[in-house]
């Protein structure tokens, strides 16, 4: 079964840290790896689109990993700041043009602390 | 240039009735889809809609049906309403074989 899981499932840090976002998939065939921003109430933000072929992907202080033989990446965010709060979702699409082959992840709820 | 618009942001409804959903995509999009956002879930694939045709569907009963405009906008139906289907519904919309969506507000439904 095709399956996108993300750890922590929550996460509380100090302004200024950084912090590592996981996600884990047994989507196969494997086409891309997305990550999302989506504030709460509101719609997600893409943040990084990776294909098996790369292994890093930069946004300003958002930077993705992925390994494709393991079948994970990371979101690592630098020098977090307060706007970073939100939830962060990592989505998987598998091989087909139709958006119906994107399996999301639940989410990390990120919550940065003055 | 707007991005992906959603009517209404917020609505409440009893059991048993209908409900309309609106999305205007971004300019030059020609590909929509509907997601259900159950809270504390990450979005679940509902349609998919590409020059006025449905191109994809999810797991999800007859009750919810969608359909397209001649100007790519769309609307998204929910018949015979449950409480289940309280949700954060999102319209997201793309170029035509483009990897990136782009996602709307979405319309909170709470239903009664």
């Known amino acids: 079964k095709n399956q996108v899981e993300q750890s922590p499932q929550s996460l509380i840090i100090l302004e200024g840290k950084n912090c590592t976002l996981q996600c884990n998939y047994t989507v196969s065939p494997f086409s891309n790896l997305r990550w999302y921003k989506q504030d709460t109430g509101r719609g997600p933000v893409s943040l990084t689109i990776?294909?098996?072929?790369?292994n890093t992907k930069s946004n300003g202080r958002y930077t993705a990993t992925l390994d494709a033989d393991t079948k994970q990446s990371s979101l690592h965010i630098t020098a977090s700041q307060l706007s970073d709060s939100a939830s962060y979702i990592c989505v998987v699409s598998g091989v087909g043009g139709s958006q119906g082959n994107l399996i999301f992840g639940k989410g990390t709820k990120l919550s940065v602390k003055p | 240039d707007a991005g992906v618009t959603q009517s209404p942001t917020h609505l409440i409804k009893t059991r048993g009735q209908h409900v309309t959903l609106r999305c205007s995509p971004i300019s030059g999009h020609k590909s929509v889809s509907w997601y259900q956002q159950v809270l504390g879930q990450g979005p679940q694939f509902i349609f998919q809609y590409y020059e006025k045709e449905e191109r994809g569907r999810g797991n999800f009963p007859d009750r919810f049906s969608a359909r397209q405009f001649p100007n790519y906008s769309s609307e998204l139906n929910v018949n015979a309403l449950l409480l289940g289907d309280s949700a954060l519904y999102l319209c997201a919309s793309s170029l035509p074989g483009a990897d990136t969506q782009y996602f709307g507000p979405g319309t909170r439904l709470t239903v009664l």
């Open positions: 990776m294909t098996f072929s790369e």
